[in-house]
C-alpha cells in the first residue's frame, strides 16, 4: 500500500521531495505530479526499481534531468530529433530515439538490464517540466526513467492505485496539461507523432522548420532588411505568400546585439523592402537572446564583430553562426550616410543571399 503525501505548505512540500529522493535513492517507486500528469518514477542507476515499472507493461522513458544530460545519452539524435528538443523541452513530448542515437553516449552508465529494457522501449528519451519534478531532479544522483500511463493520470491517490510498485505518492499541485505527453517516433530525418497529446501533429511540424537568424547591431537596418530579402526570395522559390512560410518549413527573423526592444526599421530599409514586395513598417526591432540562439538554425551575421562577440558567450554554437557575406567580409553599417548607401547596402545583401540560397534545401 502506498503511502500517500499531502503537503499543505513550501516547507511540507520541500520534506515531502526530501522523502522522495531517499525513497528513490532506495531503490523504491514514487510518484510525482508533472506538467504532463502524475507519473511513477524509478532512479535510472536502480536495476530493481527500473524491472518493477516495466512489471507494468506501460511505455518506459528516460527522464533526463536537463536537456543537456538528454543529450549526453542520446549524442547521435537525429537533426530533426535535435530541434525537436531545443525547441520543445523542457515540456510534454517524448522523443523515441532509437538505438542509433545512443552511440558513444552515457547509456552504458547504468544497469544491463535498465539498458536493455530501454533500448526494448525505442529508447524514449523526455525532459520533464513541472516545478516538483525539477525540484527532484535537482537533488537525485542521476536521471528518471518513467512508466507512462494509458490514460492522463491527474492524482497521487490514482497514480498509486493504476502502478501498485509505487511505494510513495505525493499530491501537490494540478496537472497543467491534461492531454498528456505527445510521443514522437524518430528514424534519421523522417518523424511519426505515434501518440498525440497537448502537443498537436500541426505544432511538431512547425516546430521542425528551418530558423533563421539575421544579426546586426540595432536591429533597425541591415538586419531586418536581409530578413525582408530572404523571405520575399523564399515566397518565390516555394511558390508561396509570406503567411505561408511557417506551413512550408520556414521561420526567418532578426535580431540586434544592442539592439531595445520595439523600434522601427529605418526609412530607408522600408523603402528598400517594399522595392522587393516585402513589407518591412511592421517590424520591430528585438534582441539577441538566448532563446532565439537556442532555436536558431541559421545565424547569419552582417560583420566579423557581431560573430566574435555571440560566440565569446556561445563557443558551442561555431557550427551555425555565420558571416553572411560569403566571401569573410563585413556589411558596412549605412546609418547616417544617405540612400546611395543604403542601395549598395541592399545590393551586396541581395548577392550573399543568393549564394546562400543555392546551399539551402527548398521543397
Known sequence: MAELLRPDNGDDLQDSVHQAVQRLAGGEVVGIVTDAGYLPLALATSQSAVEKLDESNAPLVLMARTTDEAFDFVPELSRIG????????????????????????????????????????????????????EQLGRLVSAPLVAAIPRQVVESADEIASTFPCVSLAIQAGDVR??????????????WTVTREGVVR????????????????????????????????KLTQRLQCSLDDLPERGWYVSSAGLAA??????????????????????PHESQPLTERLLNHADFVYTMTR??????LSRRPDLAHLVQLLARDGSDVPDPIGSGFEEYQRCCQSIEKHLDEILSQFSLS
Open 201 to 232: 501533429k500541426e505544432t511538431v511540424q512547425r516546430m521542425t522548420a528551418e530558423v533563421v537568424i539575421f544579426v546586426c547591431t540595432g536591429n533597425t537596418c541591415r538586419s531586418p532588411l536581409a530578413e525582408a530579402l530572404l523571405r520575399g
Open 177 to 190: 496539461f491534461p492531454d498528456g505527453l505527445t510521443f514522437v517516433s524518430l528514424a534519421g530525418e523522417n
Open 305 to 310: 564583430g557581431h560573430r566574435d562577440a555571440i
Open 82 to 133: 535535435c530541434k525537436l528538443a531545443r525547441r520543445l523541452w523542457p515540456g510534454p513530448i517524448v522523443l523515441g530515439a532509437g538505438e542509433s542515437a545512443v552511440q558513444g553516449g552515457l547509456l552504458p552508465s547504468l544497469p544491463e538490464s535498465t539498458r536493455t529494457t530501454l533500448l526494448q522501449h525505442g529508447m524514449q528519451v523526455s525532459v520533464a517540466s513541472g516545478e516538483l519534478i
Open 260 to 281: 531595445g526592444y520595439g523600434s522601427p526599421a529605418s526609412p530607408e530599409s522600408v523603402q528598400l523592402a517594399r522595392e522587393h514586395g516585402v513589407d518591412l513598417t
